[in-house]
């Protein structure tokens, strides 16, 4: 029941104030049976019907009115708020989350169920309030008939309650089959991709197209077919509702006024009550459906909290500047991570051990063979993977969890799958000015401009969004830099100029820099003196290119 228990978190008071108001429109709305019943029994009689009957009628139809649509505001507005917190707890532990588990996850699974499966209750909100007040409306017309005749109320409310307790048990064998759907929806959403994703490689080799192309016909099918399926058990569903519900109205008309006596002086009264029970319970069963899957894309959202909330990291507070902002040396020893299989513990391989020591002002370059490390051992050293075994150390201090924020606010770094954001968020007020003049040393100023704290377009090739990214990194100010082959898709004039114009002069800024880097012509422009090899397990170990100065 994860909708009663969105619903039930935080203050309840909004939903008291729900239920009162739909269980008021459901009780408006027996009163108007009520009121006609009466009405008819007048006619029948050839009694006049009064102005105060039609006035009252007029009033209770205005009265529910009144409350259907508060019901709906109502409802809709705290389901809101609380997608709304939903939304705003789930991205808070995204934001929490440590980066291996977020790479696990996926982001197609993130933003499908933040973007989708949040959204079934809120489309479908609506007909479930409606649903809602259907209920109240059944319980008041049992109450009804319940004034009228005790065993015409034991009869209709145990018919309507053995159909209803049969129809949500065999909607709760359908979760599965609903669930597989979802599964096929995603894997049709996946196979639709590679059209767009890999159009280019289609449209040259029509052989793949039209593999592919077959393929996808075979996912739709099979979708097809699963909600097909579903469909035809939903369709008995409401056709066992329906019947049930004849059923009763004929016990009620044809079979209870043979035992009990004087039952035919009401008998219109109740059949009138016990057809009204159909539009109700119709409403319910067809809800059902939207119900299951609202509550089923909850499920979703919460199975995706706990994969989250087991990656959370210690709660961050405000970093106004790293504490070890100015630090001499940087120590790594025996840095190792695991990488694991996600559907087990069990670590498929260990990159490491990893030890190096970065000195401040010290321009660094890593060089190793295609799935020697590299990428991992940046992603250790910046700390946003932990290590499973060894330390960093700065200035003797080692980091650990309390201080892993603090040392990650020291880096600034422009990694092979780099993000460029819409805007400069976390820089402030930044001088436009210096931002124009960065955008035209990268010779970008023809192509992006800086206006309200954000760049005009991100429509670029490779080599020019990653000479934005390191506009970014300089408008960072960080006191270490981290390049992962930033320079692998620039073209010979720019990769010279990284490399002889803007390394020396980060490194006269007083900044640290550590580049992974192929460019072997260039490894005269870092510090040290020779090539040391990294202890690693990898064939192409990662190793530190220094100068030959």
Request: hydrophobic fraction near 45%; aromatic fraction near 10%.
């Amino acid at each position: 029941m994860h909708i009663v228990r969105l619903l039930s978190t935080g203050a309840r008071t909004g939903t008291r104030r729900i239920l009162l108001v739909t269980c008021l429109a459901g009780l408006a709305n027996a009163a108007v049976l009520g009121m006609i019943n009466q009405a008819a029994e007048r006619t029948a009689l050839d009694q006049p019907i009064g102005g105060d009957v039609l006035l009252l009628y007029i009033c209770l139809s205005v009265f529910f009115f009144l409350a259907d649509r508060a019901s709906l505001r109502e409802a809709n507005a705290l389901v809101q708020h609380k997608l709304e917190a939903l939304r705003q707890r789930v991205v808070g532990k995204i934001r929490r989350v440590d980066l291996r588990t977020l790479e696990t996850l996926g982001h197609g699974e993130i933003f499908a169920t933040i973007a989708q499966e949040i959204n079934h209750l809120s489309q479908t909100l609506p007909l479930l309030v409606s649903a809602a007040q259907s209920a109240f409306l059944l319980v008041f017309c049992l109450l009804y008939i319940a004034t009228l005749s005790v065993w015409a109320f034991v009869v209709v409310g145990g018919f309507t309650a053995l159909g209803l307790g049969l129809f949500w048990w065999r909607r709760r064998a359908l979760d599965h089959a609903l669930a597989r759907v979802h599964a096929q929806e995603a894997e049709m959403l996946d196979s639709l991709s590679h059209f767009t994703l890999g159009f280019q490689e289609i449209r040259l080799n029509a052989d793949k197209n039209d593999a592919l192309h077959a393929r996808f016909a075979e996912v739709v099918g099979d979708l097809r077919r699963q909600v097909v399926g579903v469909g035809g058990k939903w369709v008995v569903l409401l056709q066992f509702s329906n019947a049930f519900l004849y059923a009763l109205v004929g016990a009620v008309i044809f079979i209870l006024p043979l035992f009990f006596h004087g039952y035919t002086d009401v008998i219109y009264k109740i059949t009138a009550a016990a057809i009204f029970c159909v539009g109700p319970v119709t409403a319910i069963t067809a809800a059902a459906p939207l119900y299951a899957k609202a509550d089923l894309g909850l499920g979703h959202v919460e199975n995706l909290e706990r994969r989250l909330s087991r990656g959370q990291l210690a709660e961050a507070g405000v970093v106004e500047r790293s504490r070890f902002a100015g630090f001499p040396t940087i120590a790594a020893r025996g840095l190792t991570f695991p990488s694991r299989d996600p559907d087990s513990a069990e670590a498929l391989f260990t990159a490491g051990p990893f030890d190096l020591e970065l000195r401040r002002g010290e321009t660094v370059f890593l060089t190793g063979g295609n799935g020697s490390g590299k990428s991992t051992a940046m992603k250790l050293l910046t700390g946003l993977y932990p290590p499973e075994s060894g330390v960093i150390a700065v200035d003797g201090q080692t980091i650990g969890e309390a201080e892993r924020q603090d040392y990650r606010e020291l880096f600034s770094a422009i990694f092979t799958d780099f993000h460029l954001f819409d805007r400069l968020h976390g820089l402030g007020a930044v001088d436009p000015e210096r931002v124009i003049r960065l955008l035209a040393e990268m010779e970008l100023a023809d192509k992006v401009g800086f206006t309200d704290g954000a760049f005009t377009t991100q429509a670029l090739s490779t080599g020019q969004r990653k000479r934005l990214a390191l506009v970014v990194a300089l408008l960072d100010d960080r006191d270490i830099l981290v390049f992962d082959e930033w320079a692998a898709d620039q073209d010979a004039h720019f990769r010279h100029r990284f490399y002889t114009e803007w390394l020396p002069r980060l490194k006269q800024d007083g900044k640290t820099v550590l580049a992974v880097t192929h460019d072997d012509r260039y490894w005269s422009h870092c510090d040290g003196g020779g090539l040391r090899a990294w202890p690693s397990p990898p064939s192409s170990p990662p190793r530190r290119a220094a100068s030959c100065v």
